[in-house]
């Protein structure tokens, strides 16, 4: 059997898993946010290009936007990643 793998614990993760007053904080902002009417919006509109684009429950690639506001398919982990550190964008 393969060894077991180390995962590091990024900072900001490592920070709420040791703050829970912090983490119940986060938690009751994420969900205010997310219920808004613009967010439910937003992910109705993403659902419905990845529904179009048969990959809808399947998991793999995002629908993503571009700059001229087009809805793409890409990587997760570059789509979720793009505004990152620093807020640095990318080109896409």
């Known amino acids: 059997m393969a060894a077991k793998r180390k995962v590091k614990v990024k900072k900001t993760a490592k920070y709420?898993?040791?703050?829970?007053e912090a983490r119940a904080q986060k938690a009751k902002y994420d969900t205010a946010?997310?219920?808004?009417?613009?967010?439910r919006e937003y992910r109705r509109k993403?659902?419905?290009a990845r529904r179009k684009?048969?990959?809808?429950?399947k998991g793999g690639k995002d629908m993503s936007h571009t700059k001229s506001?087009?809805?793409v398919r890409e990587s997760s982990s570059a789509n979720r990643a793009r505004n990152g550190a620093g807020g640095k964008a990318k080109r896409k």
């Open 16 to 20: 709420y898993r040791e703050n829970p």
């Open 33 to 39: 946010y997310h219920s808004t009417p613009e967010r």
């Open 46 to 48: 993403l659902a419905k």
């Open 53 to 57: 684009a048969g990959v809808m429950g």
């Open 69 to 71: 506001g087009k809805l």
